[in-house]
């Protein structure tokens, strides 16, 4: 099983690979910014990039539900609290049709599951800490994706805004007015 697995990785200089090689630039200056409106802002242009890179890698189902994620992501950045609900259940209800007509394999199931993590973070975009451990499952879950087609920078991209998500954490976590720090187990986080 390994062997195969390893067998899905081509050319990592390929046109495809280059377009998720510029994705991944977006996604880890993504997670460097507090607000988590300004960090789905920066997820349209990866989503773009990432949409190429799957029409290369003919992952037909996980394009699609990039090309998907970047409305949601339009929507989530500047939407409107009301369109952006509306929105996210719309493209959750998309990314999993996406899978059932067009996912090939079991791993794309990650880019479905990655996607309801995502889209119920946008949900709690304005809860800094729901988000990004939100986010966390999302990532989680595309790596799988991302392995089983050998995405290299894919792969990458996960391992590097895990790293970011949780630096970011760590940074909000310790920054210098606790005041402005709320627990996110805490009723104003949660609600």
């Known amino acids: ?18 377009m998720g090689w510029i994705a991944l630039f977006f996604f880890v200056l993504s997670y460097q910014f507090k607000s988590p409106r300004h960090t789905t802002a920066l997820y349209v242009p990866a989503d773009i990039c990432y949409a ?8 037909y189902s996980s ?3 990039t090309l998907g994620a970047m ?3 339009i929507c989530g950045a500047w939407g409107s609290d009301r369109l952006m609900k509306v929105v996210i259940i719309f493209y959750v209800i998309f990314a999993w049709c996406m899978i059932l007509f067009l996912g ?9 599951l990655g996607t309801t ?10 809860r800094f800490y729901v988000y990004r ?13 991302f392995v089983s087609l050998g995405s290299y920078s894919g792969v990458l991209m996960i391992c590097i805004t895990f790293v ?7 940074r909000y976590r310790f920054q210098k007015n606790p005041s402005e720090n709320r627990d996110f187990i805490s009723q104003d986080s949660i609600s």
């Open 133 to 145: 451990l939100l986010a966390i499952g999302h990532q989680i879950s595309w790596m799988i994706l």
């Open 164 to 170: 970011s998500n949780i630096v970011g954490i760590m």
């Open 104 to 112: 090939e394999t079991i791993y794309e199931i990650g880019a479905a």
């Open 63 to 65: 394009m699609m539900i």
């Open 117 to 126: 993590f995502m889209s119920v973070a946008i949900w709690f975009r304005d």
């Open 71 to 73: 409305c949601r992501n």
């Open 1 to 18: 099983m390994f062997t195969e697995i390893l067998e899905n990785f081509g050319n990592p200089t390929s046109f495809y690979q280059l």
């Open 52 to 59: 190429i890179h799957y029409f290369g890698l003919d992952s």
